[in-house]
């Protein structure tokens, strides 16, 4: 198993973040981030091309983290917690996204 890639961090990467090569912890921070940045970039409101790009970012890691939850790893009632978070998280990103691609077709005038 190779070491989180966050420098300091001695933890071990989960096959189920091998792509990320990001411990547990430091996957759920990162993932945090994202989702937080990207919920405000969807209230400003988002190109086509972004709304798609960020469609798939919310299915990618929705994967991911069910294999982190569902994998077999030894979590801690902590880490299971912050991962519920997480799919909340994606959950309401992606609604939000909705919406805000809802506004602009209103938005947009009719043909
Ligand atoms: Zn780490």
């Not at 890691?61 to 880490?79: I, M, N, P, Q, W």
């Not at 997480?86 to 209103?106: D, G, I, Q, W």
């Amino acid at each position: 198993m190779a070491a989180c890639q966050v420098q300091g961090c001695k933890f071990e990467v989960p096959a189920a973040l091998n792509d990320s090569a990001l411990c547990v912890h430091h996957y759920l921070v990162w993932l945090d981030g994202n989702c937080a940045a990207m919920r405000r970039e969807t209230a400003a409101g988002a190109t086509t091309e972004r709304h798609d790009q960020i469609a798939s970012f919310v299915r990618e890691h929705g994967e991911r983290l069910s294999h982190v939850a569902t994998g077999g790893y030894r979590l801690s009632d902590e880490v299971k917690a912050r991962v519920l978070n997480e799919f909340l998280s994606l959950m309401n990103l992606r609604e939000n996204l909705e919406r805000s691609m809802e506004r602009a077709a209103k938005a947009r005038p009719a043909p």
